[in-house]
């Protein structure tokens, strides 16, 4: 059994283990912090850019999705890492019934979370609010926090939904999936202002002067 994330990603690069596989050009692991992550964001299925680079999120709606994150100026690469419930790319994108979804969640997608644990989660759409928290109506669902094993976690609109709604003129969507992000990303800050002042007070009680601020 991996223990590091980096581990994982050596294993779950080789999987071999339903028939998502063979219509792929490559595994796509989770990219971002792979040492204690405070907030682990997880989409759908890699696209076909994601399938050619082997990163998530490095398409048309990774774009969406990278300029919430960096709307909030404090969701960021060093602090996050993004994934997807399926680690392959579909055929024609079809999200996939059943065996296949189950086995990655089952093999990989509980392990990187076990690995990483996240202080908080971000579900972006029906999928991963499916799989990871066995909850249905992404409508109804969004912008709650629920605890899922123990990580407080909170769904959103996928950015490919966004998009769609973008490209209608109904930007009222891109603002609600701003503000859910934006809660989101209050609770990082405030978990990371806490780490930081405990890392100053634990050098002073050892009687070195803390690092400024
Ligand atoms: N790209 C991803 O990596 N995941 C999605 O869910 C959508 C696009």
């Not at 709307?71 to 065996?99: A, D």
């Not at 912008?143 to 769904?155: D, E, K, L, P, S």
Request: glycine share 8%.
């Amino acid at each position: 059994m991996a223990e590091t994330l980096e581990a994982l990603y050596a294993e779950m690069i080789e999987c071999q283990s339903c028939k998502m596989r063979a219509g792929c050009t490559q595994v796509v692991p989770g990219a971002g912090q792979l040492i204690k992550p405070i907030l682990l964001i997880v989409g759908e299925a890699p696209g076909a850019q994601e399938d050619e680079q082997g990163e998530p999120f490095v398409g048309a709606a990774g774009e969406i999705l990278r300029a919430a994150l960096r709307k909030t100026g404090i969701i960021k690469r060093t602090n996050s890492l993004i994934t997807n419930v399926l680690k392959c790319r579909p055929p024609k994108n079809k999200f996939p019934k059943g065996e296949p979804a189950q086995t990655c969640v089952t093999k990989w997608l509980w392990e990187e979370i076990r690995l990483a644990q996240p202080e908080r989660m971000l579900l972006l759409g029906g999928t991963p609010l499916k799989y990871v928290a066995e909850l249905d109506g992404i409508t109804a669902c969004r912008g709650q926090w629920y605890n899922i094993r123990g990580i407080r976690t909170m769904a959103t609109f996928h950015p490919s939904f966004i998009q769609r709604q973008n490209n209608s003129g109904m930007l009222s969507y891109n603002e609600t999936f701003d503000d859910d992000i934006k809660q989101v990303a209050l609770e990082v800050k405030a978990i990371f202002e806490k780490a930081q002042t405990k890392a100053a007070e634990s050098q002073i009680s050892e009687g070195k002067p803390a690092d400024p601020v």
